[in-house]
């Protein structure tokens, strides 16, 4: 069979990141999380004292300066999903790029359009084999216009919210419920809002709302949908999904 290219986009917390790395274990596909990479230039950024986030051809510049590599960390006893470790100019700052400064800071460089021309023939370069599911934003969208599987996944911003209190609260960070719902509408908002390349529905993405649904069950979906094509490409139904 055929080994397709599946990209999954939509808003935060819409489960792209967790569902993306069962079907891509599933399959036995590269998992390829684009949001890192943008959380990782934001990292260096931050770290870049008087580094303005809204300076785009400093930031345009730090991005062709910087090295940032996504690399497959496979299923193990100890972590049964796949994921990427993430490295920045060599050093692995997988856990330094999970904080909320950061992911407000992503959302801000992601807006510039350098530095998103650098990101993204990163992100097509790491994809080109094929046999990749890679979720962001834009994958559907701009990456991988082409992607013969497309998912746009969604779910009710009370629920996107409480799933990423959730997870703080896990790690021993305990935030009141409504300063993660602010900091979740703010970067939904700049992610549809902006002008390059900005959060929407590819028109041949199949929408997946899944407010009621768990990983396992959201994942299933996508895996029958990704057998469904596989089947259409091997009979010579090419078309758009
Ligand atoms: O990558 P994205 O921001 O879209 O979401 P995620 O990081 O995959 O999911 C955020 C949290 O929601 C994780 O803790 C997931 O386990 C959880 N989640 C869930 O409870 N039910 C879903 N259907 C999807 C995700
Ligand atoms: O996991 P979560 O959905 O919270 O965010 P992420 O996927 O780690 O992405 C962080 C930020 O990077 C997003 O809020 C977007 O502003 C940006 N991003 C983007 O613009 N395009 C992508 N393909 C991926 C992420």
């Known amino acids: 069979m055929k080994k397709l290219t599946i990209a999954i986009d939509g808003p935060a ?22 949001g890192a990479m943008y959380r990782a230039l934001a990292l260096k950024a931050l770290e870049h004292n008087g580094l303005a986030l809204t300076s785009e051809k400093e930031l ?27 490295l ?24 510039i359009a350098g530095v998103r021309a650098v990101l993204v023939a990163a992100q097509q370069r790491a994809g080109l084999q094929g ?7 834009d994958i559907g969208t701009v990456v991988f216009p082409c992607a013969e599987l497309k998912v746009f996944l969604e779910a009710a911003a009370e629920a996107r919210a409480e799933r990423r209190w959730k997870e703080h609260a896990e790690k021993g960070e305990h935030l009141p419920l409504g ?35 768990g990983v396992e069950e959201t994942a299933r979906l996508i895996i029958l949908l990704a057998h469904e094509r596989e089947k259409e490409l091997a009979a010579g139904l090419g078309g758009t999904p």
């Open 131 to 137: 046999g990749v599911v890679m979720e962001g934003r």
């Open 60 to 86: 345009e510049a730090l991005a062709r300066a910087t090295q940032i590599e996504l690399e497959a960390v496979p299923a193990s006893l100890g972590d049964p999903t796949v994921h990427n470790r993430v």
């Open 179 to 213: 300063q993660v719902q602010e900091e979740v509408r703010q970067r939904d908002r700049r992610d549809i809002e902006r002008k390059v390349s900005p959060l929407v529905r590819a028109a041949d993405a199949v929408l997946v709302d899944n407010t009621a649904m």
């Open 13 to 34: 917390g819409s489960g792209k990141s967790s569902v993306a790395r069962v079907v891509a274990q599933r399959l036995g596909y590269l998992y390829l999380d684009s």
């Open 88 to 111: 920045l100019d060599g050093e692995d700052v997988t856990q330094a790029i999970r904080t909320g400064e950061v992911a407000q800071a992503a959302s801000r460089v992601a807006t």
